[in-house]
Nanobody
Framework: QVQLQESGPGLVKPSQTLSLTCTVSGGSITTTDTWSWIRQPPGKGLEWMGLIFYSGNTAYSPSLKSRTSISRDTSKNQFSLQLSSVTPEDTAVYYC?????????WGQGTSVTVSS
């Protein structure tokens, strides 16, 4: 059973970079499918931000591409999100997600508030 756990600061100041890490257990980020970051602002729907393939290649949402970077640490079986130049509009619950075949696995989500 694949399990994912997000970690990172719950409060980020405007103009700073938001950094989150997803720790994966029960599966390898180098051998299975895709690993994504998805967020949900308060009162809004889910927004896909980007992903990293098992190969290490990445893909990003066009609307966030200029501010988003996804990387991985294969030695720790983790993948990370960096979102630069944040504003209060980036306040959201951030989820990491794995798509393995037809099954999707989600972390529990971590709430991030952008505020001074």
């Amino acid at each position: 059973q694949v399990q994912l756990q997000e970690s990172g600061p719950g409060l980020v100041k405007p103009s700073q970079t938001l950094s989150l890490t997803c720790t994966v257990s029960g599966g390898s980020i180098t051998t299975t499918d895709t690993w994504s970051w998805i967020r949900q602002p308060p009162g809004k729907g889910l927004e896909w931000m980007g992903l990293i393939f098992y190969s290490g290649n990445t893909a990003y949402s066009p609307s966030l591409k200029s501010r988003t970077s996804i990387s991985r640490d294969t030695s720790k079986n983790q993948f990370s999100l960096q979102l630069s130049s944040v504003t209060p509009e980036d306040t959201a619950v951030y989820y990491c997600n794995a798509q393995i075949g037809i099954k999707a696995y989600w972390g529990q989500g971590t709430s991030v508030t952008v505020s001074s």
